[in-house]
């Protein structure tokens, strides 16, 4: 059977050169990079060689590059970190209704600790409103987090716009980054970011790897108490051969990003322009052009998502939903509710998530086994059938 | 995650469509998860000798309606109310833990089915 992985978003397969540079890290040159003699000497150079590599990518100075166990760590270290720092200034936290839940729930562990937080709207498209985030800022505000992509929807928040209004009311600002990096340009400097996070397995390097950017002078409570690592920021011995493996994944992302993201953008819109041509009632959830160019979320009304997984799997397409039923909560996913999408639009979105690896003959693999798919559930639906006979239903209207 | 016999009713589902002039018709719906499942029954002499599904809902909710239809096929009404919840996951072998409430559903809708026929007698 063919095997066709657009779910990039989740994760991507460690790229053959990363891997080859990893391998020596294991048996040969195994030292501990704190370690003063030969055997730690040799792997200190590529750490630090690796933090050459992230610092360029996204524009900062090595120095300002603390390495982490994952994206969530990251962010947990960024959040966290921040509100125990910055707690004699302020209280309050801004960030949005659509952040991963690495933000979200960090956020709300906070607020139980006794900070407020104030999660942002968005608009149907999935687009943060500056006036409101630039209302929403009060004396006692102490950071701000917007992440820069959105992992379900790919929408581009307007970052430089944010970290203008940022620093013009010297508040600091964090974005999630883990989604950008590798598809879109990312410059600390451009956009006056204070805090930035990347996560390894987004872009070719492995899972369980990340790196924080901290602007100079930003101060930052340490979360895990230990060693001496990473200049105090972040103890635990490095995870040699992962950190070699983020910082190659970096510079190549950042070698082959024009070229390699166009590819991916034809083949995307290639699929995005096949489905609506081909099946009917199909509603594009996230900003129709301000968005990554290698995600398609999109709900195909009357059906719910995992059964249009499962039924893909079946043909060998990797992709994924915003369905409750695969989530194993009981709520769709709250990025589509706070874009106003239907309850049941929201239980039936769908994302694709391409990678510069797919070709024109895979996306047209899943144009031809789609259409029936979508048909066949849509016979078994009840709620198509009400539609068919139904000229008022409210659903239609809403989409 | 699935079962090979939730695979099998999720792929192959039995008895999937409408009856026209049904003599019962059910209806549940689990809002907060957003599924949705309709029964719809020919009873004869308190037998029931046809039975058909429509579902909006996951693998589970698919083959678990599916399946409650294949149970009920034949059965007396009287029968069909024994159907539970438990049995039909039974019958498909289990279900993951977290998808438990989908097979509530399809032993709701049969149940439903038959009140309003019930109903539709009197
Ligand atoms: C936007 C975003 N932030 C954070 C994360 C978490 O990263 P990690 O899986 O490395 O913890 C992810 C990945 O799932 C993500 O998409
Ligand atoms: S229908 Fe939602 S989990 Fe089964």
Known sequence: MKRIYMDNNATTAVRPEVLEAMLPFFCEQFGNPSSVHWAGRAVAGAVEKAREQVARLINCSPAEIVFVSCGSKGDDFAIKGTADALRDKGNHIITTAVEHPAVLNTCKFLEKQGFEVTYLAVDCDGMLDLAALEAAIRPQTILISAMWANNETGTLFPIEEVGAIARKHRVRFHTDAVQALGKVPVDVQKANVDLLVVSGHKLGAPKGVGALFIRK????????????????????????????GLGLACELAGQELALKMEKVRRLRDRLEQGIFARIPEVKLNGHPTVRLPNTLNVSFAWIEGESLLLNLDLKGIA???????????????????????????????TRFSLGPDNTEEEVDYVLEILPPIVQRLRDMSPLYQRHLTCEECSIVKRI | MYTDKVMDHFSNPRNVGEIENADGVGEVGNASCGDIMKIFLKVDDGVITDIKFKTFGCGAAIATSSMVTEMALGKTVDEALQLTNAAVAEALDGLPAQKM??????????????????????
């Open chain 1, 217 to 244: 002078g930003t101060k930052l409570t340490p979360l895990i108490h230990g060693g001496h690592q990473e200049r105090n920021r972040r103890a635990g011995t490095h995870n040699v051969p992962a950190i070699v």
């Open chain 1, 319 to 349: 992709a994924s939903s915003g369905s409750a039923c695969t989530s194993g909560s009981l709520e769709p996913s709250h990025v589509m509710g706070a874009m106003c999408v239907e309850i049941t639009l929201a239980h039936s979105s």
């Open chain 2, 101 to 122: 409430h989908c097979s509530n559903l399809a032993a709701d809708a049969l149940h439903e089915a038959i009140k309003n026929y019930r109903e539709k007698q009197k």
